[in-house]
C-alpha cells in the first residue's frame, strides 16, 4: 500500500495554512554554501499564495527528519514505503538527494568530526560506507553511542578515576604517582579535580590504563599524561624503559595529521581509532602481537592495514595483551580480533595468537549481529542488536557468566534480560539491562553487599547488583577496572563507577587511593555504593 504521502501530488493534496506567507522569488536561487544548506533550503517546485503544500514545499518535512535525530533505519523506511521520500527533493547543492538523504547529511553535518572535514573527504567516507549518507550517519553514531563520543562518561582506571562531562571539561581523582591525573603533580587526590589546563578545549572521550591517560577532543587531536612512553610494564609495574613522568596534558604529535575519535589502552600497547576507521597502534610491535614487524620499543603510531585495508572500524577495546575491533559495513556489523589468543580471548575457537586481525567468523555464521564490543583485561564480550550478551575468554572467577567455566574460545550467549551496555573488567562483567538496572557476574566486586555471591566469593550467573537496584536510578553506562597496577608498592584493589541518566555519578570498590572520590577512614579498603560529589551534566 502506498503512503497516504504520495496523494499530495494530486489536486487533494494536504494543505498547510497560513497567514499572508508570500514565497520569496528567488526561492530558485544559485546554489549555496553547503556547509548552511541545512538552515536556509528552499525547494523550487510552484507554490500558491496564502497556502503551503505539504508535498510542493517539503522544507518542514526536511526540517522535522533532522531536528527529530531519526535513525538511520527509520530513515530507509521512509524511503522504502513511500515514493514522495524517494523521489529526489530537488533541493541543492544535490537536487537528485530524496528528503531522508538530506536529512540524514543534515544529522552529520552536526557533529563536529565530520563537519570539519573537505567535500572530498566526506564524499570518499560516504563511498566507505557504501554509498549512503544515512549509512554515514549509521556509521557516526555507534561511536557515539558505543564510547558516549561527545557524552558525559565515567572511566575507571587502575587506581584512579577519570570523569568527562556533557561540556567537555575533564575531572580526575586517585593514584597519581606518573601524574596519570593530569593535574601537574604525583600527589594522590582523594576528590574530583578539574584539569585546568585543558580549559578551551573540548575532550569527547577518554582511555585510562596503568599510569597513563589519553583524551580526545572534537577537533581530532589526542593528548596524553602519566608514563611518558607508550610502552610496557611488567607485572610488578616496572617500566621496560627508564621513561620520567607526564604529569601535564601534552599533545601527541606523532598523531598530527590524524583526525582521532577514540583512544584504548591495553596492558601492554595503546591504540586509536581515525574518523576514516582506520586504526593506529602503539608499541608490542612484534609479528605474532600487532602485525607491523617492528621492535618493541617502537612507539610510533602504525597504521593496521592487511585484512582491514577495506573495512571500516567503528569501535575498538583493548585489553591486556589484545585487541578488538566493531566493523562497520552496510549488510551489519562485524567482530576482528588480534593479539594474544591464551583463555581463547580472540574469539576464535582456539588459543593461538594472531598478527593481524582476523574476523570473528562464529557470529556470521549463526547471524549474530554484534553492535558493541568490550574488552576486559582476560575475557571478551559483544552485545547484540537484539540485547543478547556473549562471552568468551579466560573464565576465572565466573566472569564468562556461565558457571566455572576455565576458559571458552568461541563467543558463547550470557542469560540475562534485554541488554543496552555490557563493560568487561578485570575477570568481572558488568550488564545495564533496557530498563536501566545493573547485573554483574564474576569475582564479586568490593563494596557489594554480602549475598551477592556463591561460597567462593565469585558470581557465577548474572546477577541483580541490589544495592545498585535500592538507589533508583536508571544506569546508562558502567566501567570497572580492566588492568591491575601497583601503587606505592601495592596492588590496588578494582573499583567501580556507574553513570545514571541524569547525570548522576556512583562508586564501589576498591578507594585506598582515592579513586571513589573520598578519602577513607583510615584501615578501609572499599566502600559499598555511594554518590560522587559532582554534577556532569
Same mark, same amino acid.
Given at each position: 500500500?502506498?503512503?497516504?504521502?504520495?496523494?499530495?501530488?494530486? =489536486?487533494?493534496?494536504?494543505?498547510?495554512?497560513?497567514?499572508?506567507?508570500?514565497?520569496?522569488?528567488?526561492?530558485?536561487?544559485?546554489?549555496?554554501?553547503? =556547509?548552511?544548506?541545512?538552515?536556509?533550503?528552499?525547494?523550487?517546485?510552484?507554490?500558491?499564495?496564502?497556502?503551503?503544500?505539504?508535498?510542493?514545499?517539503?522544507?518542514?518535512?526536511?526540517?522535522?527528519?533532522?531536528?527529530?535525530?531519526?535513525?538511520?533505519?527509520?530513515?530507509?523506511?521512509?524511503?522504502?514505503?513511500?515514493?514522495?521520500?524517494?523521489?529526489?527533493?530537488?533541493?541543492?547543492?544535490?537536487?537528485?538527494?530524496?528528503?531522508?538523504?538530506?536529512?540524514?547529511?543534515?544529522?552529520?553535518?552536526?557533529?563536529?568530526?565530520?563537519?570539519?572535514?573537505?567535500?572530498?573527504?566526506?564524499?570518499?567516507?560516504?563511498?566507505?560506507?557504501?554509498?549512503?549518507?544515512?549509512?554515514?550517519?549509521?556509521?557516526?553514531?555507534?561511536?557515539?553511542?558505543?564510547?558516549?563520543?561527545?557524552?558525559?562518561?565515567?572511566?575507571?582506571?587502575?587506581?584512579?578515576?577519570?570523569?568527562?562531562?556533557?561540556?567537555?571539561?575533564?575531572?580526575?581523582?586517585?593514584?597519581?604517582?606518573?601524574?596519570?591525573?593530569?593535574?601537574?603533580?604525583?600527589?594522590?587526590?582523594?576528590?574530583?579535580?578539574?584539569?585546568?589546563?585543558?580549559?578551551?578545549?573540548?575532550?569527547?572521550?577518554?582511555?585510562?590504563?596503568?599510569?597513563?591517560?589519553?583524551?580526545?577532543?572534537?577537533?581530532?587531536?589526542?593528548?596524553?599524561?602519566?608514563?611518558?612512553?607508550?610502552?610496557?610494564?611488567?607485572?610488578?609495574?616496572?617500566?621496560?624503559?627508564?621513561?620520567?613522568?607526564?604529569?601535564?596534558?601534552?599533545?601527541?604529535?606523532?598523531?598530527?595529521?590524524?583526525?582521532?575519535?577514540?583512544?584504548?589502552?591495553?596492558?601492554?600497547?595503546?591504540?586509536?581509532?581515525?574518523?576514516?576507521?582506520?586504526?593506529?597502534?602503539?608499541?608490542?610491535?612484534?609479528?605474532?602481537?600487532?602485525?607491523?614487524?617492528?621492535?618493541?620499543?617502537?612507539?610510533?603510531?602504525?597504521?593496521?592495514?592487511?585484512?582491514?585495508?577495506?573495512?571500516?572500524?567503528?569501535?575498538?577495546?583493548?585489553?591486556?595483551?589484545?585487541?578488538?575491533?566493531?566493523?562497520?559495513?552496510?549488510?551489519?556489523?562485524?567482530?576482528?580480533?588480534?593479539?594474544?589468543?591464551?583463555?581463547?580471548?580472540?574469539?576464535?575457537?582456539?588459543?593461538?595468537? =594472531?598478527?593481524?586481525?582476523?574476523?570473528?567468523?562464529?557470529?556470521?555464521?549463526?547471524?549474530?549481529?554484534?553492535?558493541?564490543?568490550?574488552?576486559?583485561?582476560?575475557?571478551?564480550?559483544?552485545?547484540?542488536?537484539?540485547?543478547?550478551?556473549?562471552?568468551?575468554?579466560?573464565?576465572?572467577?565466573?566472569?564468562?557468566?556461565?558457571?566455572?567455566? =576455565?576458559?571458552?574460545?568461541?563467543?558463547?550467549?550470557?542469560?540475562?534480560?534485554?541488554?543496552?551496555?555490557?563493560?568487561?573488567?578485570?575477570?568481572?562483567?558488568?550488564?545495564?539491562?533496557?530498563?536501566?538496572?545493573?547485573?554483574?557476574? #564474576?569475582?564479586? #566486586?568490593?563494596?557489594?553487599?554480602?549475598?551477592?555471591?556463591?561460597?567462593? #566469593?565469585?558470581?557465577?550467573?548474572?546477577?541483580?547488583?541490589?544495592?545498585?537496584?535500592?538507589?533508583?536510578?536508571?544506569?546508562?553506562?558502567?566501567?570497572?577496572?580492566?588492568?591491575?597496577?601497583?601503587?606505592?608498592?601495592?596492588?590496588?584493589?578494582?573499583?567501580?563507577?556507574?553513570?545514571?541518566?541524569?547525570?548522576?555519578?556512583?562508586?564501589?570498590?576498591?578507594?585506598?587511593?582515592?579513586?571513589?572520590?573520598?578519602?577513607?577512614?583510615?584501615?578501609?579498603?572499599?566502600?559499598?555504593?555511594?554518590?560522587?560529589?559532582?554534577?556532569?551534566?
Amino acid at each position: 500500500m502506498e503512503c497516504p504521502m504520495d496523494a499530495t501530488a494530486s =489536486e487533494a493534496a494536504l494543505v498547510i495554512q497560513f497567514h499572508n506567507i508570500v514565497h520569496d522569488a528567488t526561492s530558485q536561487s544559485p546554489q549555496r554554501d553547503p =556547509e548552511d544548506e541545512h538552515a536556509k533550503r528552499h525547494f523550487s517546485g510552484e507554490e500558491a499564495i496564502g497556502q503551503f503544500p505539504l508535498a510542493a514545499s517539503p522544507s518542514i518535512l526536511l526540517h522535522l527528519l533532522s531536528s527529530c535525530e531519526l535513525d538511520p533505519k527509520d530513515l530507509a523506511a521512509l524511503e522504502a514505503t513511500c515514493t514522495f521520500f524517494r523521489n529526489p527533493a530537488k533541493f541543492p547543492p544535490d537536487l537528485e538527494l530524496s528528503l531522508p538523504e538530506l536529512a540524514a547529511l543534515d544529522m552529520c553535518q552536526e557533529r563536529a568530526m565530520f563537519k570539519l572535514m573537505e567535500a572530498e573527504e566526506k564524499e570518499w567516507l560516504k563511498q566507505r560506507c557504501g554509498g549512503s549518507w544515512k549509512l554515514v550517519l549509521g556509521y557516526i553514531l555507534v561511536g557515539e553511542k558505543n564510547y558516549r563520543r561527545g557524552k558525559s562518561q565515567v572511566i575507571a582506571g587502575p587506581g584512579c578515576s577519570i570523569v568527562v562531562t556533557t561540556k567537555g571539561g575533564v575531572y580526575s581523582f586517585g593514584a597519581n604517582s606518573w601524574g596519570q591525573l593530569g593535574l601537574g603533580d604525583t600527589e594522590h587526590k582523594f576528590k574530583p579535580c578539574l584539569i585546568r589546563s585543558l580549559q578551551g578545549i573540548r575532550i569527547t572521550q577518554a582511555a585510562v590504563g596503568s599510569r597513563r591517560t589519553m583524551l580526545v577532543s572534537d577537533t581530532g587531536s589526542v593528548y596524553k599524561f602519566g608514563h611518558s612512553t607508550f610502552g610496557p610494564f611488567d607485572y610488578y609495574g616496572t617500566a621496560a624503559t627508564n621513561e620520567v613522568s607526564c604529569p601535564n596534558p601534552q599533545l601527541v604529535e606523532s598523531l598530527k595529521g590524524i583526525f582521532v575519535v577514540q583512544a584504548s589502552i591495553g596492558g601492554f600497547f595503546s591504540a586509536v581509532l581515525s574518523r576514516e576507521g582506520r586504526v593506529y597502534t602503539f608499541s608490542w610491535g612484534h609479528p605474532d602481537r600487532l602485525g607491523h614487524g617492528t621492535e618493541i620499543a617502537d612507539v610510533e603510531p602504525r597504521l593496521l592495514s592487511g585484512p582491514l585495508e577495506d573495512v571500516l572500524v567503528a569501535q575498538i577495546a583493548a585489553g591486556n595483551c589484545y585487541l578488538l575491533m566493531l566493523a562497520y559495513q552496510p549488510n551489519g556489523m562485524s567482530v576482528y580480533s588480534m593479539g594474544c589468543g591464551l583463555g581463547g580471548k580472540l574469539g576464535h575457537g582456539n588459543t593461538r595468537n =594472531e598478527g593481524t586481525p582476523l574476523q570473528i567468523e562464529h557470529f556470521q555464521t549463526f547471524n549474530i549481529r554484534p553492535m558493541s564490543i568490550s574488552a576486559g583485561a582476560f575475557h571478551a564480550a559483544v552485545l547484540s542488536s537484539d540485547g543478547r550478551v556473549f562471552t568468551w575468554g579466560w573464565g576465572v572467577h565466573g566472569c564468562l557468566g556461565r558457571g566455572a567455566e =576455565e576458559y571458552m574460545t568461541l563467543p558463547t550467549a550470557v542469560e540475562t534480560m534485554k541488554a543496552v551496555h555490557v563493560s568487561t573488567g578485570y575477570y568481572t562483567t558488568f550488564v545495564i539491562t533496557h530498563n536501566g538496572e545493573v547485573y554483574t557476574f #564474576g569475582q564479586k #566486586g568490593l563494596g557489594l553487599q554480602d549475598g551477592e555471591d556463591d561460597e567462593s #566469593g565469585d558470581i557465577l550467573a548474572p546477577k541483580l547488583v541490589t544495592s545498585l537496584a535500592g538507589l533508583e536510578e536508571r544506569f546508562v553506562q558502567i566501567s570497572s577496572t580492566n588492568a591491575g597496577d601497583w601503587v606505592d608498592d601495592k596492588l590496588v584493589y578494582s573499583h567501580t563507577v556507574a553513570l545514571t541518566n541524569s547525570g548522576k555519578m556512583y562508586a564501589f570498590g576498591g578507594g585506598s587511593k582515592g579513586q571513589l572520590g573520598v578519602k577513607l577512614a583510615e584501615g578501609k579498603e572499599a566502600m559499598p555504593p555511594f554518590q560522587v560529589a559532582l554534577d556532569l551534566i
